[in-house]
């Protein structure tokens, strides 16, 4: 009991100091649907609307304000309203691949809709060719136990660690065998996406994720399988959004 009050005081406290900082799936689906719209300060208030409405409903109303060029925010709430008391369900996406790649470490997040269902990673050696093929052979065996539908990856920049990049290029050559489409994300998108205002350093995003799947804390493979955690949803987040084609309630 002490450690659930202790946590909950943490959040409360931080949530006060530092603007709006997701602790759930939902409330990081409250964010990201505020900054959609414009309306990123209010993000509290749309936690509010995501206890009251289903996802279902909310996707439809924004579906609808996306249609008005001036003050999506505002014609949202007025297609909200009308939907009350009405179904409207919504379909997540299928398995998300996540993968967090480090100079000497790769980790790996699965995601089934906003449900975190896998996460592992693995230390490399200093030795290049061993690094590759651990790495390789690591997101291999991975792909043959769960079937992912697509994948995500961390941008990085062109030029920046040779190491990285490396092993990026490895990764991408194995999903392209198993013919998987990826979202590349960049490191500011991600973590920016976190919190309003946007948090700028990847140790306020780890602190986030590990409110949102404590799990994760108790679990070999930290800090960056909280990374791979992060992309996924984010990814499985922004896949909900962008594909919208609610037929008329």
């Known amino acids: 009991m002490r450690n659930i009050l202790d946590r909950v005081a943490k959040i409360a ?8 900082r997701p602790t759930t799936t939902q409330e990081y689906f409250a964010l990201r649907l505020a900054s959609k719209l414009g309306d990123g300060a209010s993000a509290r208030h749309y936690e509010e609307l995501a206890n009251q409405y289903s996802e279902g409903q909310l996707l439809a109303a924004y579906s609808r304000a996306l249609k008005s060029h001036v003050d999506p925010a505002r014609r949202f709430h007025m297609e909200l309203k009308p939907l009350e008391g009405r179904r409207s369900d919504h379909a997540w996406g299928g398995r998300v ?22 996460a592992d990673a693995r230390q490399l050696s ?6 590759l093929d651990s790495a390789a052979s690591f997101v291999t065996r991975v792909l ?16 920046h660690e040779v190491q990285r990049t490396l092993l990026h290029q490895a990764v991408l050559r194995i999903l392209s065998a198993q013919a998987m489409g990826v979202a590349e994300v960049s490191k500011s998108g991600l973590i920016g996406s976190f919190g309003y205002p946007a948090p700028r350093f990847r140790s306020i995003l780890r602190g986030i994720i590990s409110d949102i799947y404590p799990a994760l804390d108790e679990a070999p493979g930290q800090p960056w399988t909280h990374d791979a955690a992060a992309l996924g949803l984010h990814v499985q987040t922004e896949r909900l959004f962008s594909s919208i084609n609610q037929p008329p309630l």
């Open 97 to 118: 691949l996540a993968v967090r790649i480090e100079r000497r470490a790769v980790a790996i997040a699965i995601l089934r809709g906003d449900h975190l269902v896998y």
């Open 144 to 159: 043959e136990r769960f079937r992912c539908e697509y994948a995500a990856l961390e941008l990085i920049p062109n030029g």
């Open 126 to 131: 200093s030795v290049q060719n061993k690094a």
């Open 13 to 20: 406290a931080r949530n006060r100091s530092s603007g709006f």
